[in-house]
């Protein structure tokens, strides 16, 4: 497992400690950004996207 791998497995662990809820399309987009594969601008542009589809969906 590499570092961000790692990283991501605690963060996920902290959040659910915390009683909430990640969901594999936002671990997806984090990713993505922290192997540089999208800009900060397209991170933040993808997450209010994902934002208002869980809005949505409710």
Do not use: P, T, W
């Amino acid at each position: 497992m590499d570092n961000i791998e790692k990283a991501m497995k605690q963060a996920k662990v902290s959040i659910e400690a915390e009683g909430l809820k990640v969901f594999e399309k936002y671990d997806e987009i984090v990713e993505a950004r922290l192997l540089n594969k999208i800009s900060e601008e397209e991170y933040k542009q993808l997450v209010m996207e994902a934002i208002r589809s869980d809005k949505d969906e409710r």
